[in-house]
């Protein structure tokens, strides 16, 4: 068997050009005209995740400095170590070294970046001002307000939007072409609705499907994402708006406990749907409110169950409240 048939397909299918790099054509377009100039400021990629930051990181790199881009080019992730002493040492250390091989500069590229403290930012920043001739640095974060202002008025910001339906849907024929695979419309149309503009879901729910069968119909793909079907959230959502707390408590427990789907991925998807829905406003607010209640609640360690028992409680309160009003 080919080595390269244990590769992760989201590596195996990176784009190494900038101008491979799908539904980010604006950007592309910048970043190609920087190293037709020979000249890079320093930059920050935001966005969420799996759109296209990184590859865009390394293939502006790869077009920089070409075979030896390696040599000039160092990423690192800042959720690893968050604190003041890896600008000092690290970070520094790379960025006062001489580019090799002819470069006019060497790039680092800083992943996560706003996962650093305020203080290692502060540090950042001084370096990015003393070591700036012979070395640019790329940020790269998901919430930009988290990275201090001196940093951002740095850098020349490009934010990264998700990815379209139409492109991820081109991505994945392609990929499936190449291996082999049939995917349903059906199917593909499920994984454009799993990844909400993710390549990266994207692409490895059409591999996790594929471990099990070369041809992917839609149920596979809900079945291999723990992600429940777009009609039966919509049962879930229909019922709590009927104040049925036993009918939907009954979904609810279905979906979590047989299906093994994860109370988190069940708000997001409640929450697309609900946003998504025709209904008087009043009620819509106080929905989405218990939603992002619960949402906060869970990441600070509370029992998923109960959370999620109470937050139909707290809906079916609500529409029942809606209900005696009108």
Known sequence: MDADDH??????????????IVGQDEITERLISYVKGRSLPHLLFTGSAGI???????ALAREFFGEAWHINFRE??????????????????????????????KILFLDEADALTTDAQAALRRTMETYSRGCRFILSCNYSSKIIDPIQSRC??????????EAISEEIGKIAGKEGITVTPDAIEAIVYIAQGDMRKAINALQGASIVSKS?????????????????IEELLGLILVGDFEGAEAVLLALMH??????AELLGQVYRALSGRSMERELKVALIGHLG?????????????????????RCVESVIAQQENN
């Open 7 to 20: 590769t992760i397909w989201i590596e195996r299918y990176r784009p190494t050009r900038l101008a491979d």
């Open 76 to 105: 690192m992730n800042a959720s690893d170590e968050r604190g003041i002493d890896v600008v000092r040492n690290q970070i520094k250390q790379f960025a006062r070294t001489s580019p090799l091989e002819g470069a006019e500069f």
């Open 258 to 263: 047989t299906r093994g789907i994860a109370p």
């Open 156 to 165: 020349a910001i490009y934010r990264f939007r998700p990815l379209t339906p």
């Open 293 to 313: 209640e619960t949402d906060f609640r869970l990441s600070e360690g509370a029992s998923p169950d109960l959370q999620m028992e109470a937050l139909l409680a």
């Open 216 to 232: 992917i119909d839609q149920e596979m793909v809900y079945a291999i994402t723990s992600s429940a079907r777009p009609d039966e």
């Open 52 to 58: 296209g930051k990184t590859t865009a990181a390394v």
